[in-house]
């Protein structure tokens, strides 16, 4: 129980170090992203900091297996150096009793990774989503009055008033760059009384509906023009890719995956349940490559291990994207496959010592 508790306390107190590390660098970037959004005027000010604290589940599904992974084999790579593994080994103590002492732990973690990618981060991403989609509602009112640029697709903006109440909005000018396959670059100019935000009821996707007005299409020093009066008009408002989740299934609930006939939703739950395996995976290779010798130090493997990791995730992540490609049934067997294949060379790291010695005899 002694060793229980102290493998268990050190490996526990090393994850929540390094994984507090790589969160706030991560959420650090984001900020740095989001602030640029503010600065542009696609995204409110106000919903900054829970912006962020909504993709903190989804960061966590992915940093804490790292975290772990990391604070595995810093935490024997202690005992290594300190000879505690050796003196363990004399008293008849193998890697399946080290592997034992980290149960424990590696079943919290595991629960707690199955938590978050099963349930926690989809209702998080649709939370995140919904509070885009107000954001993008809520800019207007804050351009009333000013013109406003989207770097992304040059579009000028300008609203003489907008009601926040109703979402009406008057005096509206619109003007937009289109490059043509000859390299021309056209502008496209729309000017209206009245408009107002709509939603598409299937798709979800907002339209600005504008009133009595007209369009230009032309271009600037020719006399080539195009012009339109219109009394109503619709023009899809373009989602903002940084903030536009990666895909739609993130933020389907993991019973609905279950329950769906789409082969799709079938291959986002697989991955949402493969997450939960990378952590006792992982943990076997950690603590076989935590192996080390005293003059060696704690940090002998540490590169080795990391980049061992990050090869199963990118595989892991490969096959799912195959999944999702299209390619359903071979990319959720990929998926399997990788964790047995890094599971096996687990097993290998772990036990390699022990079967060489017996070969030998």
């Not at 990391?306 to 071979?330: D, F, P, Q, R, T």
């Amino acid at each position: 129980m002694i060793l229980h508790r102290y493998i268990g306390s050190e490996s526990l107190k090393t994850t929540a170090a390094v994984t507090t590390t790589l969160l706030l660098i991560v959420l650090s970037s984001r900020f740095v992203r989001y602030l640029a959004e503010i600065s542009k005027g696609d995204l409110s000010a106000d919903s900054l900091f829970l912006l962020i604290l909504l993709r903190i589940p989804n960061f966590l599904e992915l940093l804490l297996p790292l975290g772990f992974f990391i604070g595995l084999l810093l935490a024997f790579g202690r005992l290594y150096t300190d000879s505690e593994v050796t003196v363990m080994n004399a008293c008849g103590l193998g890697p399946v009793s080290l592997l034992k002492f980290s149960g424990l732990p590696i079943a919290v973690i595991s629960l707690i990774t199955a938590s978050l990618s099963l349930y926690i981060t989809p209702k998080s991403l649709n939370q995140y989503e919904a509070l885009i989609k107000e954001n993008k509602r809520a800019t207007y009112s804050a351009v009333g009055g000013k013109f406003r640029l989207d770097p992304s697709s040059g579009r000028t903006t300008f609203i003489e008033e907008y009601s926040p109440d109703n979402m009406e909005m008057t005096g509206v000018f619109t003007s937009r760059p289109v490059r043509l396959d000859n390299g021309r670059i056209l502008y496209t100019v729309i000017n209206a009384e009245r408009g107002k935000l709509g939603q598409d009821a299937a798709s979800g996707e907002q339209y600005l509906l504008l009133d009595s007005g007209y369009r230009v299409v032309g271009e600037p020093g020719s006399l080539d023009f195009q012009i339109a009066r219109f009394s109503h008009y619709g023009q899809y408002i373009e989602d903002n890719p940084v903030n536009r989740l990666r895909n739609i299934k993130d933020g389907l609930d993991s019973i609905d995956l279950y329950r769906s006939d789409n082969p799709e939703h079938h291959a986002a739950l697989q991955w949402r349940i493969s997450l939960a395996f990378i952590v006792p995976i992982a943990s076997i290779m950690a603590i076989g490559l935590s192996r080390t010798s005293p003059r060696s130090g704690r940090y002998a493997k540490l590169l080795p291990a990391i980049l061992l990791y990050m090869a199963y995730l990118v595989m892991l992540n490969s096959a799912h994207a195959y999944a999702m490609e299209g390619n359903i049934s071979l990319g959720i067997q990929g998926i399997w496959y990788v964790h047995a294949l890094h599971f096996l060379i687990a097993c290998t790291i772990l036990f390699w010592p022990d079967m060489t010695r017996r070969l030998s005899r």
